[in-house]
């Protein structure tokens, strides 16, 4: 075991602030990283503030963070895929029981004992929970530990971690390619990777947002048209057209409003996790047998897969590099809507705390 840095909150209402955190030494499958970057993620702000008591109650203090990209600083003596002085990444995982059937179909995310980045038991009773992110060094076992595309940049890449495979994913599931309609609503973390990946499969991609002043954002970042969701004609215009909807909304909204919008045999697929359940309008459903789901995240096979993507395509984040100690400040602008598109830490600024 070894002591290293943290940012943690001690409460539901307490900021994040520096602290010390035990990390297990590495065993003989496990990767020990040191942490370059890590970005900021609404799941990370619903957690801290434990907006999901009811499905996972956060356990205190919390060290949110699952988008991490660093170097590898350790590996353990079975390790293959690392050495040390490698570029690797972790995402919102960092174990599973690697024998369910969900594992077996490359499905970790959906394994009953998945161990999530931060706040799920710790396996190694290192601590009561998992630790994550906002910290200069993690160790995690190698099948849950990613390989970095060396031209990309870094910054960039560690939101790929969650907002890129959670919105990948979901848009590969349900077949988005070329010559589909597809939405996008809400233009933040996830949504604007969402933007990125449509365009780059080649669908026509529609933002929907809340906001006017990220209307040139979205064009630039390649959506085609921008819809002003709170204008009622403009929604009106698009009824019956969508082939696919990714909503990425982290607050309660109305997404009758979306499933309307939905051709014949349409799905909505939502990936926002808002803490409150959201009313859903069965004869928006019914007429055209139109579908309402969810997703979470996707398995490491396709995050891989999502990664090597981003490499081919040069696809990274648009990310506000900031120091961890702003941290409590961006959270107050995630609920603001306030974020271009995602804040990313430079861990480099914690080495002063
Ligand atoms: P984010 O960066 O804060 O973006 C959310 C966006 O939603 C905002 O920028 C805003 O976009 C829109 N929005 C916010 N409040 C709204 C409201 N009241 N009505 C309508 N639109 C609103 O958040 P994120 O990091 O992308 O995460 C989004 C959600 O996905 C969160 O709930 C998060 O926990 C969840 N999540 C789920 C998974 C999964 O595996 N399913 C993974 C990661 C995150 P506009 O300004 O364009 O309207
Ligand atoms: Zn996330």
Same mark, same amino acid.
């Given at each position: 075991m070894y002591k290293t840095k943290a940012y943690s909150a001690a409460s539901a209402t307490s900021p994040l602030a520096s602290t010390t955190i035990p990390r297990r030494a590495p065993t003989d499958r496990d990767v020990q990283i040191e942490i370059l970057y890590c970005g900021v993620c609404h799941s990370d702000l619903h957690s801290v503030r434990n907006e999901w008591s009811e499905f996972m109650p956060t356990v205190y203090p919390i060290v949110p963070g699952h988008e991490i990209v660093g170097r590898v600083t350790k590996v353990g003596s079975a390790v293959k895929k690392f050495k040390a002085g490698d570029l690797a990444a972790i995402g919102c995982m960092v174990d599973s029981d690697h024998s369910c059937p969900e594992c077996k179909v490359g499905l970790e995310q959906f394994c009953n004992n998945v161990t999530l980045t931060f706040n799920s038991p710790d396996k190694h009773e290192t601590a009561p929970v998992t630790y994550g992110g906002y910290s200069d060094s993690i160790v995690a076992d190698e099948q849950f530990v990613l390989r970095v595309p060396e031209n990309l940049n870094l910054a960039g890449t560690a939101p790929l971690l969650c907002? &890129?495979?959670?919105?990948?994913?979901?848009?590969?599931?349900? &077949?988005?390619?070329? &010559?589909?309609?597809v939405g996008v609503v809400g233009l933040g973390g996830l949504g604007h990777m969402a933007v990125k990946f449509g365009h780059a499969f080649g669908a026509h991609v529609v933002v929907f947002t809340t906001s006017p002043g990220k209307k040139e954002d979205a064009l630039r970042l390649g959506a085609d048209e921008v819809v002003i969701s709170r204008n009622t004609n403009e929604m009106q215009q698009h009824t019956g057209s969508f082939d696919f909807i990714l909503d990425a909304v982290a607050a309660e909204h109305d997404v009758n409003a979306y499933i309307n919008l939905l051709r014949r045999d349409g799905n909505l697929t939502m990936v926002g996790a808002p803490a409150k359940p959201l009313p859903v309008a069965v004869f928006g459903l019914i007429g055209r047998r139109r579908s309402f789901s969810g997703s979470m995240i996707g398995g490491i096979a396709e995050t891989q897969e999502m990664l090597d993507f981003c490499g081919q395509h040069n696809i990274t984040a648009d990310v506000e590099v900031i120091p961890i100690q702003k941290v409590n400040e961006a959270y107050e602008r995630l609920l603001k809507s306030d974020v271009k598109y995602r804040f990313c830490i430079d861990m480099a600024s914690l080495k002063s705390e």
């Open positions: 907002a &890129g495979i959670t919105t990948y994913s979901p848009m590969r599931h349900w &077949g988005v390619t070329r &010559g589909k309609k």
